[in-house]
């Protein structure tokens, strides 16, 4: 008889999650336990964060949400909104006792599957979905010449462009610049935006550890980024640009304070996220230098035969990004939290 005791994370228990994930060397900024409180608050869905002890220690943890709609199915996800996720543990006597209560749980949900976001795959029988999405990691150093040099020839000419054109960063401490390039940026590409609440919630539950790196020509916001810190790593993960930001280079400027800046505060690792395969974004971080590192989520069928595909790049999706990309931009702010909040 197994001694893995599995229940819901309390409140209590926040520090000794936190702890074991920040301790652990497979998880990431989208474990902690600040997450929860946020989609809560945020997008009103429920969360299951399963916490595995053995002997009052803990051995394993797993954070999961239940998202239900009508147009984008129903799973279980560990973790939604975030690139990363899954399980992290001990040893495989928790990590199998966590499985077990993931697919316990999905089963009274009645969910269509189980969506493991997992940077390494760790559950063999599930069906893995390889080829859609990759991530760009890379180290950095203290120096930020020899950062500059680590750049290719061609990127580092669009960061000098940037500053011949008198672009400088400065350091946000509310979200509302940001929130302003980035819903005109995503509208652009047809997709909803977030809330501005969402983003007042990251930055108020991790504080120093999430900061906002706003890039200005005199005193127009012309591009601006949400960045996660965690260990030493820094993760750029919600960013955009006006309509002026191409022609100034003002992402690649972007960018490149984000990482100087990173540096500066000891960070060693440039996590550039997640992109999907043969999009903008893509060849974007492969002109900074980085390789893409393929990821492979993790999906066990509950409900439904058929796993979920909701990304822009499906064909079902392409009219509704052709109709939203001519909505009226008032419009795309007013809908896109209702409709955003359902992806996951």
Request: hydrophobic share 40%.
């Amino acid at each position: 008889m197994s001694d893995i005791r599995i229940a819901l994370i309390e409140p209590d228990d926040a520090t000794a999650w936190d702890e074991f994930v920040r301790s652990a060397p497979s998880a990431t900024f989208f474990h902690l336990s600040g997450w929860k409180p946020i989609i809560e608050k945020a997008f009103g869905h429920e969360t299951y964060y399963l916490l595995a002890k053995r002997g009052g220690a803990v051995v394993g943890l797993l954070p999961l949400t239940h998202i239900k709609s009508f147009i984008f199915g129903n799973s279980l996800i560990s973790n939604a909104f975030s690139v990363y996720g899954g399980i992290v543990s001990s040893d495989a006597e928790a990590h199998g006792a966590l499985v077990g209560a993931a697919a316990d749980i999905a089963r009274r949900l009645k969910v269509d599957c189980v969506e493991f976001r997992s940077i390494q795959p760790s559950n063999p029988s599930w069906v893995q979905r390889d080829g859609l999405y990759v991530t760009f990691r890379r180290p950095i150093g203290a120096n930020s010449d020899e950062n500059m040099k680590a750049i290719p020839r061609k990127q580092r000419a669009m960061i000098r462009k940037g500053i011949s054109n008198g672009l400088t960063s400065e350091c946000d401490e509310n979200p509302d610049r940001l929130h302003e390039i980035y819903a005109h940026s995503v509208h652009h590409l047809g997709t909803p935006v977030f809330p501005l609440r969402y983003f007042q919630l990251l930055k108020e539950q991790f504080g120093d550890a999430c900061d906002i790196v706003t890039v200005v020509q005199g005193a127009c916001a012309v591009a601006s980024v949400m960045n996660f810190y965690f260990r030493d790593e820094v993760l750029p993960y919600y960013g955009g640009g006006t309509n002026a930001a191409r022609k100034l280079a003002a992402n690649d400027f972007m960018y490149w304070e984000v990482m100087r800046r990173a540096a500066e505060r000891g960070c060693r690792v440039f996590d550039f996220g997640r992109s999907k395969v043969g999009t903008g974004s893509y060849n974007f971080k492969r002109y900074w230098g980085f390789e893409p590192q393929p990821l492979s989520y993790e999906f066990l069928p509950v409900g439904a035969s058929k796993l979920p595909d909701n990304n822009p790049l499906n064909p079902k999706f392409q009219l509704f990004v052709s109709a939203w990309r001519r909505l009226p931009f008032f419009a795309t702010k007013l809908l896109g939290p209702l409709i955003v909040r359902s992806i996951g």
